[in-house]
């Protein structure tokens, strides 16, 4: 999606990622002389020659390694955004979360715990059942969380999360979760989308309703204020996801910030005058922002989650989703299909909330798997 934003202001664009078909590949050729990168995010070599084609670097995930970031914003002289010490404190959410704490951000209680069955214990004696054990890195979609519901789940949850270092948050009984995207420029300036609440369905983020609705007042520049307070302790611009907690009594805590474009802002590729990716984009090259305010009334974005390796269910319900009116298709082009892999979403647009679930019905009715 990024790709595509690229290639509409004519910015040419270098990929590194693992094969000659990886999704962003598929929406930009380069001629074979200045060709796109072939290997992991993760491979200091890859980096070093990407880094060498290019003039300013960019992440769209934030498990990369961020010394060789370092080191090629010194030895080839591009520009890293954001900047390499921001991913540095995010890919570890416990240190993100002592950084959010150490600056002013609400965030749930949380401790660092060692990979035992007696650690865990003491952890939900301090903070709790059911406690929320989380893998600090390579954490994404729910895949380093585990909710330990009775002591007798810990041998469990060390199995599950495996040999990542891990940490133990206070459960937040949560009234909704929402969302703002908040983008940088280089000069330090931050600007807000609208609020979304996002509904989550086995940790994964399964719903964005765009703009959240509330009966308080002051939900909307509170949770604005929370997310660009949070980025502002950040450095380097670019586009930043915020995920939030709302309370019952409306307090706002901090999830966790994602420094890139956030699943929870795709709904602005056609709900808002400038999606969270052209912005992106606009931050990181020194181009003038443009508007984050939202150009329909009402929209939501549904993810398209694999429920098996079968990829026809997902052509079939595409297919589906292409007869909704104000319905947006959008497949990631991922080789093959693994149940719970992010495989694409569909954002409907309407002129009211009641007119968008309307519109929403029939695909939650058939989304691959079973219905929602
Ligand atoms: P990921 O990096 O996989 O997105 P998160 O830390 O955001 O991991 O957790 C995924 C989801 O798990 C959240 O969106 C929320 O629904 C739930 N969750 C996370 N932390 C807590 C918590 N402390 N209490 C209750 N639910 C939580
Ligand atoms: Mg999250």
């Known amino acids: 999606m990024l790709a595509a ?8 664009i270098v ?6 078909d990886a999704p962003a ?8 002389a200045d060709a796109h990168v072939d290997g992991s ?10 880094a060498a084609k290019v003039d300013v670097l960019t992440v769209e995930i934030e498990h990369v390694d961020v010394d060789v970031l370092d080191e090629v914003q010194k030895t080839h002289h591009v520009v890293v955004h954001p900047s390499p010490s921001t991913i540095r404190i995010i890919q570890d959410k416990f240190r993100q979360k002592e950084h959010l704490q150490a600056h002013g951000s609400p965030v749930a209680a ?11 214990h003491a952890a939900a004696q301090r903070l709790g059942l059911p406690l ?5 890195t390579l954490a994404y979609d729910g895949r380093g969380n585990f909710v330990v519901r009775e002591l007798s789940q810990a041998q469990e949850a060390l199995t599950f999360l495996g040999d990542r270092p891990l940490y133990a948050e206070k459960w937040i009984p949560f009234a909704m979760e929402i969302a703002v995207m908040v983008v940088r420029t280089v000069s330090g300036d ?3 989308y609208p609020v979304v609440e996002t509904i989550h369905k086995d940790n994964v983020c399964h719903l964005v309703f765009a703009p959240l609705r509330s009966r308080d007042p002051t939900l909307s520049a509170r949770a604005r204020g929370v997310a660009e307070k949070a980025v502002q302790s950040l450095h380097g611009a670019g586009v930043f996801g915020v995920e939030m907690f709302l309370l019952e009594d409306g307090q706002i805590l901090v999830n966790e910030i994602a420094p890139r474009p956030h699943n929870s802002g795709h709904y602005t590729i056609e709900a808002c005058e400038t999606s969270q990716y052209e912005n992106h984009l606009r931050a990181i090259l020194g181009l003038p922002l443009g508007s984050v305010a939202l150009k329909v009334p009402s929209s939501a974005m549904l993810n398209i989650l694999g429920a098996s390796n079968d990829m026809s269910e997902l052509t079939s319900f595409a297919a589906l989703a292409l007869t909704v009116p104000g319905a947006s298709v959008h497949l990631y082009g991922k080789a093959a299909c693994r149940k719970g892999r992010k495989m ?5 647009v309407a002129d009211s909330d009641a007119a968008r679930d309307a519109r929403l019905q029939p695909l939650l009715a058939h989304l691959p798997g079973g219905a929602a």
């Open 110 to 120: 949380s401790l660092s715990v060692e990979s035992s069955v007696e650690a865990i």
């Open 15 to 20: 990929i590194l990622d693992v094969g000659d």
């Open 190 to 192: 931050v600007q807000s």
């Open 132 to 136: 929320m054990l989380k893998a600090k």
């Open 344 to 348: 694409g979403h569909v954002t409907v």
């Open 41 to 50: 995010f993760s491979d200091p070599e890859k980096i070093r020659e990407l």
């Open 25 to 32: 590949k598929q929406i930009v050729a380069r001629p074979p």
């Open 5 to 12: 934003s690229a290639s509409l202001l004519n910015i040419p």
